[in-house]
């Protein structure tokens, strides 16, 4: 009919993984299938391989996901999230990602966030005698320029960094109480610990920023054993968000069920699309657990508009990450989505409400 639709299946550093596996193993079984039949084709595509599961075959499984919903909108003259059970809400609270070498530097990127209209912020932040500490963006990037988007430098091979905990668990009490003192009390603040911490040391963190009163810590350990959450949730309040890396609900099964963490954290893109992760929140919802969905710039507009739809419908919506694409980006990928006063709207074009200028 001359409808087309368009998926993301973005997976930073492993992309021609994927697109092989699209192009080679997935794309040949869609040929004569009936696009509208969304739930059927997710589950042929999910079972008909003998391997299972994964970042790359759940991100292909996503591109092609997030597409058909595209197409099943626009043949309905819907925004997507029509189909999804219509809004829940007016707008969609996004946070932005605020860093600092030092706290005047810090200070002004959050004020910067805060004249572009964020009303939460992420804070991270250089700790004394560590040269470089990942999402920190003033620090120079190999060719010395400031990089303003995650997850990955460019760089030939994956960057190594110095670390050292204890210095961080010094450092970062001080920098959130310096950050209250400047900002005030009602100020929304997240944290990324990026996995780094072992299970104690995150419930020795979680402990010590509770009198700042974070909205979330997010990723204060490898949450592949979902059982050390036992530990960091038994010494601490502080709200945890967790599950960028994963893939599945089955990464969630016991952090869900033992209410374990309070913000579900996956990317549309990375864990199966739109049909996957409207079923991972509404199993989190019965824990009064909410979404965070993944939203850096390695994830496309289509991705992030994909979140946008999904957040706007669903009723466990927690807030949304939101990293600004720059104008290169904006040129090839035009958008209906907007940001105002902090809110995020998929808008009212029928489908995704993104199409691809190539």
Known sequence: ???????DGTLNGRE???????????APLLIGRDPHRIEDTWQFLYRSAYWRRGPVTMAAIAAVDIAL?????????MPLYQLLGGASRTGVMAYGHASGRDL?????SIREHLELGYRSIRVQTSVPGINAVYGVAAQPSPDGTRYDYEPAQRTPLPAEEDWDTRAYLRHLPAVFEAVRNEFGPELPLLHDGHHRMTPIQAARLGK??????????????????QEALRLVRQHTTTPLAIGEVFNTVWD???????QLIDYVRSAVTHTGGITALRKLLDYAAQYQIKSGIHGPTDISPVGMAAALHLDLAIHNFGIQE??????LTN?????????????LHPGDQPGLGVELDE
Not at 69 to 77: L, M, P, Q, S
């Open 1 to 7: 009919e001359g409808i087309t639709g368009l998926g």
């Open 16 to 26: 021609l993984a994927v697109a092989s596996y699209l192009r080679d193993h997935v």
């Open 69 to 77: 919903w595209d197409i099943k909108a626009k043949a309905a003259g």
């Open 104 to 108: 005047p530097e810090l200070f002004d």
């Open 208 to 225: 010590a920023l509770e009198p700042y009163d974070l909205f979330w810590l997010e990723d204060c350990t490898p949450a592949e054993n």
């Open 252 to 258: 969630y099964q016991t952090l869900i069920h033992e």
């Open 322 to 327: 939101y990293m600004r694409h720059g104008a």
């Open 331 to 343: 040129e090839v990928f035009r958008q209906s989505f907007t940001f105002t006063d902090g809110y």
